[in-house]
Nanobody, 112 residues
Framework: EVQLVESGGGLVQPGGSLRLSCAASGFPFGLYTLTWVRQAPGKGLEWVSTIHSSGRTTYTDSVKGRFTVSRDNTKRTLYLQMNSLQPEDTAVYYC??????RGQGTQVTVSS
């Protein structure tokens, strides 16, 4: 059974940083493309970043230069380092597989 468990969210002031984690099980982690998506209040899902099994990364324009996605295949964990956070980054963040499977999410709130 595929399991994805996000953690690391919280309340942070504008300009602050957070590091999200996604612990995975139930599939060959190292072989999979992994994605972070987010859902802001009242809005649909938005793609944030993807990391391929090769390590190649891509980002949506609004987070380029501020967010960094990484993975530790030995720990079966996906990460999202978020710096220079802005109020518009407020959302529930999910890690997801190409199939669409995703975890329960972790809330990120950026507010003064």
């Amino acid at each position: 059974e595929v399991q994805l468990v996000e953690s690391g969210g919280g309340l942070v002031q504008p300009g602050g940083s957070l590091r999200l984690s996604c612990a995975a099980s139930g599939f060959p982690f190292g072989l999979y493309t992994l994605t972070w998506v987010r859902q802001a209040p009242g809005k649909g899902l938005e793609w944030v970043s993807t990391i391929h099994s090769s390590g190649r990364t891509t980002y949506t324009d609004s987070v380029k230069g501020r967010f960094t996605v990484s993975r530790d295949n030995t720990k079966r964990t996906l990460y999202l380092q978020m710096n220079s956070l802005q109020p518009e980054d407020t959302a529930v963040y999910y890690c997801a597989l190409p199939s669409g499977s995703r975890g329960q999410g972790t809330q990120v709130t950026v507010s003064s």
